[in-house]
């Protein structure tokens, strides 16, 4: 079944890959990393315009798991650069999908991390709000909800979402 997401005007599907429910996001994120397919279990970040809890959660270790960060698809600045970047791949993370844009875009493209965004931004995010935000709380992605654990996966076409991990 299609259905299109609360207040935006993007598609995602729903369906069943074996015996699983998964759902497909808007294919609005671009790919911006070295790893252009990549997998694993949420870890999530929702902050807006700050960027503080997004270092801490890549400062921690990735343990395979894939990074998902909802900045609530404010254009105004970057959430991940190429310092948080190589952060991701000294400390083990597999992706960082992005619901809002990055930076230093060129140089991650060399970097051995699967990267998704809505966007690229030249300017850094805003550090004064650094109390602000949670982790591991549910997030709102395109409209599709993602909550810590369930299983991402990416490639060049877009991001599915499943509760469980696919065979």
């Not at 966007?119 to 591991?136: I, R, W």
Request: one cysteine or more.
């Amino acid at each position: 079944s299609c259905r299109l997401s609360s207040g935006q005007q993007t598609l995602t599907r729903v369906f069943t890959v074996a015996s699983a429910l998964v759902i497909a996001l808007a294919a609005s994120c671009l790919c911006y990393g070295g790893n252009k397919t990549f997998h694993g279990p949420a870890y999530t970040v929702k902050c807006y315009e700050c960027n503080t809890l997004v270092r801490k959660a890549l400062e921690g270790p990735g343990e395979g798991r894939v990074l998902v960060v909802d900045g609530g698809a404010s254009m105004k600045c970057a959430l991940v650069g190429d310092a948080l970047a190589e952060l991701g791949v000294k400390n083990g993370w597999k992706g960082v999908v992005v619901n809002g844009p990055i930076r230093d875009s060129e140089a991650m493209s060399k970097m051995s991390l699967g990267v998704k965004a809505l966007a690229t931004h030249p300017l850094k995010s805003n550090k004064n709000a650094a109390d602000q935000g949670q982790t591991q709380v549910e997030v709102d992605m395109q409209g599709v909800k993602v909550v810590p654990g369930d299983w991402v996966y990416a490639d060049w076409d877009g991001i599915l979402v499943s509760k469980k991990e696919l065979a």
